[in-house]
């Protein structure tokens, strides 16, 4: 259903985000002021300042402008009969396009950017400036101009990417277009118009599922842009563009959806792109700086209030991305396809340092100091230089510069040190202590397995069935993960997945191009359809349960691991489409101190395929010095590789300084896999270079034959466990499997006084002490003093309610959320939680006795 004004603005409003915008147009005047305000912010922003520019901190990031735009230059005298650049070939390759667009944006940056220090001919040099605009006219009447002939190849190119690159051209060249081609600027963005073929009428769409998120913050920038180029009649642009952004600041309520739209950030810190793939760590971090540079751009200009929007902000960093970034490196978990890029997690943490840098700015009080702070925690903590030459603006350089320079700024993080967080609404849990932090992949009927496009993450097929990643402090974590770790493990071991063991294909190689092409069929497969999306792209799983809880800084995870979407509806596809049927299994994953414990219970094959657990997969550089050691359930030592009825195994690179124990609860034969690894990194990505990589990699696994029975599986992982710590895990003590099957999994932490269960089922289930009604998460702490802690969540994301009964002498409630009820019951204390849309929230409640 089309979004009305009148619901566009009562949502706003709701949300206290309608008194950004100021209640009145501005006068003819007002506008013609605002816009030349806008545009010579803009200026400032990607050119930098005398000022800023005139700091020996930005030499580096102005001489790479200037050795750019001479490369651009030459490749424009280098340029054949019909070129613009020397062998890029336009007409029938959009990226290609936008990669012209994109040359001539860098050097008109070029023209725009002083260096006082190092003085440039290409600034301020008409002739070069006028170039440019020869060129940016050429393209019209060429390849861009023809509506009949463009919009082929990725969407994204035309409705965004070549839209950026002229917008932010014009903006730089204004004066000089003006006075040389005064009507390229209303051509262009009749044109650009024109290619918003997902919106409506020349305009952003808000029921398009193009126009949502860091997409629409990136074509509402782009018509910011455009509204100021066209001075005081570009004031109604301005405004409806800053309407239709202000819906990236609303937090998402996913059972008030506006305009049916899942995109965007959620009240657990949860962000989405693609209306179902977890993408903090891509997408996410585009949207941050794209909104950031938008309040800097609106910045004294009356077109908007951006201070209102700061908090919001500030909010995302905290909740949404400071738990996902350990030690200066971006998690593999909410990366989507990226993982299969060359950038490393480091480069993606720059993006987001640059962002919190300039909202710090805009900041004031307490806010701007622990946003500094966090500046300053990231570079204290990264394993790797953040190299700030990278960073868009020359402004934000000097800006990062002063704030490690200030000595009464701390350096602190946003987070505790110990902290348990469930992104339940993208089905992600990450899990920090000092020396590791721990990150967790779920999926369900509501978020994505995996992401594929674009011949980017060619193997992904168990990426969302419960792979998780171990980072250990102090650590290179290039050398542990990366696109490294996904050339180099196979697809089928990743850490923590169960998967049938098959050989499966990628895209490319099953149909010979990067998506599944038949527009004949009904559920017409092209290359941007919904079919696309929902069966080739990002398929959901099939499962409803997948959730968790959170008591303090302890958590709880738990999943029932399913086929995809295509799978279920294979009987609707085309004979030729080839889906895949996964392995079963339940899962639950407890987050404590010292150790993450997994159980899986039903671990097997419905097609009686042999089937793989693979309880860890480490990577190592081939010389590091790699050893393994443990200890037999009969007592006798165990070193190396091999299939044994481990007790326990410990993992230690010497070189790095590392080192992971495995404590087997319950398990059967572990098959040890130490073996060296070389790849190119193309298997994971055809436009990456094709470079060998070579890794020692450690597999620790559980096989199941073909046709045996479902197992059970209980084991804990480690981190940084000496042998004497993993010696003293003894039978009970002090951990103890209280129940693992596909109704019920609990476990006990003796040191902790700690009962944690996920029940999967309807019915009663009974655990320790603590009886729960139907599919729930429940985490219980018997403290000193006669404290008892609860919480309890819906996993299911769909119950009513859900009932508690902690049996033993009667507790009386010290303090509750809203929603919990406390009451005497027949045989201990009776807890009723109000779990009717909380969409995977906990619940906490304080007894006492």
């Not at 979004?3 to 147009?25: D, E, F, M, N």
């Not at 949404?320 to 299969?340: C, D, H, N, Q, Y």
């Amino acid at each position: 259903m089309e979004i009305t004004r009148r619901r566009l603005l009562s949502a706003l409003s709701a949300a206290g985000l309608l008194a950004v915008i100021p209640r009145h147009p501005a006068s003819a005047a007002e506008a013609e002021a605002g816009s030349a305000r806008l545009l010579a912010n803009t200026v400032d922003i990607f050119a930098g300042t005398a000022e800023s520019n005139a700091r020996p901190e930005t030499a580096a990031k102005l001489a790479a402008v200037d050795k750019t735009a001479r490369t651009d230059l030459k490749s424009m005298d280098d340029a054949g009969e019909g070129e613009l650049f020397a062998g890029l070939a336009l007409g029938t390759d959009d990226a290609n396009l936008n990669t012209a667009y994109k040359r001539l944006y860098e050097i008109a940056l070029a023209t725009r950017a002083p260096n006082p220090a190092a003085p440039s001919d290409l600034y301020g040099n008409t002739a070069v400036r006028r170039r440019v605009i020869d060129g940016l006219e050429w393209l019209h009447e060429r390849y861009y101009g023809d509506q009949s002939k463009g919009y082929y190849g990725n969407w994204f190119n035309w409705e965004i990417g070549i839209s950026q690159h002229v917008s932010k051209t014009l903006v730089l060249l204004a004066d000089e277009v003006r006075t040389y081609r005064p009507a390229l600027i209303a051509t262009y963005i009749t044109s650009m118009d024109a290619y918003l073929r997902n919106g409506t009428g020349g305009d952003v769409n808000l029921d398009s599922r193009f126009h949502t998120g860091a997409n629409l913050a990136d074509i509402t920038t782009n018509r910011i842009l455009q509204g100021a180029l066209l001075g005081a009649s570009g004031d109604a642009r301005i405004r409806k563009a800053l309407t239709d952004q202000l819906t990236v600041f609303v937090t998402v309520d996913p059972y008030h959806l506006a305009h049916g739209v899942t995109d965007g950030y959620y009240a657990d810190g949860s962000f989405i792109q693609h209306a179902s793939v977890a993408y903090t760590g891509s997408y996410g971090k585009g949207l941050l700086t794209r909104v950031v540079q938008t309040l800097k751009i609106l910045d004294g200009t009356g077109f908007a209030h951006g201070e209102e929007l700061v908090p919001t902000v500030r909010g995302w960093v905290r909740d949404g991305f400071a738990p996902l970034i350990f030690e200066g490196w971006m998690m593999e978990i909410v990366k989507g396809r990226a993982v299969s890029r060359t950038d490393s997690g480091y480069t993606d943490v720059a993006v987001v340092v640059e962002a919190v840098t300039d909202l710090s700015s805009l900041a004031g009080g307490a806010d701007a100091t622990a946003l500094k702070s966090y500046v300053k925690h990231i570079r204290a903590t990264s394993r790797a230089a953040l190299n700030p030459a990278g960073f868009v603006s020359p402004v934000s350089i000097v800006r990062y510069a002063d704030i490690i320079g200030d000595a009464s700024v701390p350096a602190a993080d946003l987070n505790p040190a110990s902290r348990s967080v469930a992104f339940n609404a993208m089905d992600r849990n990450v899990h920090r202590r000092p020396g590791y932090a721990f990150a967790l992949a779920r999926s369900s009927d509501r978020i994505s397995k995996y992401e594929y496009m674009n011949c980017e993450n060619l193997m992904p097929w168990f990426q969302g069935d419960g792979a998780y990643y171990l980072y250990l402090s102090g650590q290179d974590q290039t050398q542990a993960y990366g696109v490294d770790y996904f050339t180099t493990v196979s697809p089928y071991g990743l850490a923590g997945v169960t998967a049938p063991v098959e050989q499966r294909r990628t895209i490319p190689d099953l149909y010979g191009k990067p998506y599944y092409d038949n527009p004949g069929h009904p559920l017409n497969f092209t290359s941007s359809s919904e079919s696309q999306n929902k069966y080739v792209y990002f398929p959901r799983g099939t499962n409803q349960h997948s959730g968790g809880a959170v008591l303090g800084a302890y958590g709880l995870a738990g999943a029932v691991q399913s086929s995809d979407a295509a799978y279920q509806d294979r009987a609707l596809l085309p004979a030729d489409f080839v889906v895949h049927r996964n392995a079963t299994a339940a899962k639950s994953w407890f987050l404590l101190d010292d150790e993450i414990v997994v159980l899986a219970a039903g671990v097997g094959d419905g097609a009686g395929r042999p089937v793989t657990t693979t309880v860890d997969a480490r990577t190592a550089a081939p010389d590091d010095q790699v050893s393994l050691t443990g200890v037999l359930r009969d007592g006798r030592p165990w070193s190396g590789a091999g299939t044994g009825d481990l007790r326990w195994l410990r993992y230690a690179n010497a070189t790095q300084g590392s080192s992971v124990g495995y404590v087997f609860l319950d398990t059967p034969k572990v098959r040890v896999a130490l073996e060296k690894v070389t790849r190119s990194r193309r298997v994971v990505r055809t436009a990456n270079p094709d470079t060998a990589v070579t890794r020692t990699v450690l597999g620790v696994t559980v096989d199941r034959a073909a046709g045996a029975r479902p197992v059970s599986l209980a084991y804990a992982l480690v981190p940084n466990a000496a042998e004497a710590a993993l010696r003293s895990y003894r039978s009970g003590q002090p951990l103890k499997v209280v129940a693992n099957t596909v109704r019920l999994q609990a476990l006990s932490h003796a040191g902790l006084g700690l009962t944690a269960a996920n029940s999967f089922t309807a019915g009663r289930h009974e655990a320790a002490g603590v009886r729960i009604e139907g599919p729930a998460s429940v985490i219980v702490r018997r403290e000193r003093r006669g404290h008892t802690t609860v919480a309890v969540s819906d996993p299911t994301m769909d119950r009513e309610r859900v009932g508690v009964l902690l049996r033993g002498r009667s507790l009386r409630q010290v303090r509750a959320d809203e929603g919990v009820r406390v009451s005497r019951a027949h045989g201990g204390t009776r807890i009723d939680v109000d779990t009717r849309q909380a969409y995977g929230r906990s619940f906490t409640v304080t007894l006492r006795d």
